[in-house]
């Protein structure tokens, strides 16, 4: 073997061991592809506080309109929108600009909740399903025919989750929950995978 692969062999075998060591909780210097942290049609999102409502979401993207995460927001404020279904400008603009708008179906199109959303400054707009009692229906989000450009993601979240984050959140008397999104859910330990809400399955 020659002298320089011997040390290419070497110094390649130290990297892999010191990344084994860290495990989980190795954190990349750049954003890693983002590709890797959508499935399909399906987004997780890491509720991290308040704590009593802390595990794992499932969401799903919008079907034709929206864009993708450009990067992962961690300990961004998820805010529910005021007015909450969405269908006028927020007023509680200051609170939604740089965060997670919360919105709830219903009143108007998805479309609309979402354009209301950006323009109050969101990065992004989870909008949850009307009937608080929906732990499993799932809903094709599709563009409204105006063909208005909405350039932010948007993200379909089922009615119980919806109801129990923002339930949580008037509870505590606290202007947002804080999230991570979107996850990559392979590089939490097995263990922690299942950390998802009791009331659902998925």
Same mark, same amino acid.
């Given at each position: ?31 890693p ?6 499935? @399909? ?39 529910? @929108? ?15 600009a740089?965060? #997670?708008?919360?919105?709830?179906? @219903? ?17 992004? #707009? ?7 009692a ?10 409204? @025919? ?53 009331? #659902?399955?998925?």
């Amino acid at each position: 073997m020659h002298l320089e692969t011997f040390i290419a062999f070497i110094i390649l075998s130290l990297y892999s061991i010191n990344s084994n060591c860290h495990g989980s909780k190795v954190k990349l210097a750049t954003t890693p592809n983002i590709d890797v942290l959508e499935y @399909g049609d399906a987004v997780f999102m890491e509720v991290v506080e308040p704590e009593v409502i802390s595990y794992l979401f499932k969401l799903r993207r919008a079907k034709n309109f929206g864009a993708d995460f450009g990067k992962q927001h961690f300990g961004i404020a998820l805010v529910p @929108g005021d007015p909450y279904h969405g269908c006028s400008r927020l007023n509680n603009y200051n609170l939604v600009a740089n965060s #997670v708008a919360l919105l709830q179906r @219903g009143g108007c199109s998805f479309v609309t909740k979402t354009y209301h959303a950006e323009l109050a400054g969101a990065v992004a #707009v989870v909008i949850t399903d009307q009937d608080e009692a929906n732990d499993q229906g799932i809903v094709d989000m599709i563009q409204d @025919g105006t063909e208005r450009d909405v350039s932010i993601p948007a993200l379909y979240l089922l009615g119980k989750d919806g109801y129990m984050i923002k339930k949580t959140i008037e509870q505590y008397n606290l202007p947002n929950a804080v999230v991570n999104i979107p996850i990559n859910i392979t590089s939490i330990p097995i263990q922690q995978r299942h950390n998802r809400p009791p009331w #659902v399955l998925w």
